[in-house]
């Protein structure tokens, strides 16, 4: 396994992963800087959402080691790894449709508390109004109405609803597969304004998309997934400019 390089919070290192006869991950090995968002691109069928579920414990690599913020985390348990720091927006919002907006933002925040709060009841009260405070912080600073039943919500209030939920947990990396997926450009155009506040706080985001003018408005560095592999990576500019992206994905 490559030697992680410094600042580096995630280390995808040399991941193989097959089903019976299709190798869909092969030598795959990449690094995510901390505070930078980094792409990951490639055409259907490339393994871009088996690297992603690689990473998030949904599937074991037969070779190969996921680590995270220095700790190997191949193995643990979707729970486990989210607990550990890892958040994941998912292609179609995640939300608790029958609840409102509130309540499904201060859910995740009373999920992350340790409960020791139990036996004394004048600090579960301060509790409780940290967890409400918090939750209606995050409401407003996504653009959303606390009352609102979640399941009314446009695609894209839904996106930002995720995302609050995400981010209430406090995660140092954000997973985001294909967040504009099946968004009007008005509300692509605001969730990448949105991913851009986000990015402003510092926290790292690795996104998988296939629109190329969210990649190109947000990504640090790309990483360009063919067949399983890695086949470039490096700065926008250099995978915009490079022959065998352009043949393999961008249509030269």
Do not use: W
Not at 114 to 126: E, I, R, W
């Amino acid at each position: 396994m490559a030697e992680a390089e410094e600042n580096t919070v995630l280390h995808i290192a040399d991941i193989h992963k097959s089903f019976g006869g299709l190798h869909a991950l092969s030598d795959v090995d990449l690094q995510v800087k901390e505070g930078t968002t980094h792409a990951i691109i490639g055409p259907n069928g490339a393994g871009k959402s088996t690297l992603l579920n690689v990473v998030i414990g949904r599937l074991i690599p037969d070779t190969g080691a996921v680590v995270f913020d220095g700790e190997v985390i191949t193995g643990k348990t979707p729970h486990e790894i989210n607990q550990a720091g890892v958040a994941r927006v998912f292609q179609t919002p995640e939300i608790f449709s029958d609840l409102t907006v509130f309540d499904n933002v201060i859910v995740p925040i009373l999920s992350k508390r340790d409960g020791s709060y139990k036996f004394n009841p004048m600090a579960k009260l301060s509790a409780q109004k940290e967890a409400h405070d918090e939750a209606m912080k995050l409401i407003a600073d996504f653009g959303l109405k606390a009352d609102d039943p979640s399941g009314s919500l446009s695609r894209g209030d839904k996106r930002r609803l995720e995302l609050a939920m995400c981010l209430s947990q406090h995660p140092r990396l954000l997973l985001l597969d294909e967040p504009t997926a099946g968004m009007s450009r008005h509300d692509t155009n605001s969730t990448i304004e949105l991913l851009k506040k986000i990015k402003e706080g510092g926290m790292t985001k690795v996104i998988i998309e296939h629109d190329m003018h969210v990649v190109f408005s947000l990504a640090d560095r790309i990483s360009v997934l063919a067949e399983g592999r890695i086949i470039a990576d490096g700065t926008p500019e250099e995978v915009k400019a490079n022959p065998v992206v352009q043949e393999a994905y961008l249509g030269g």
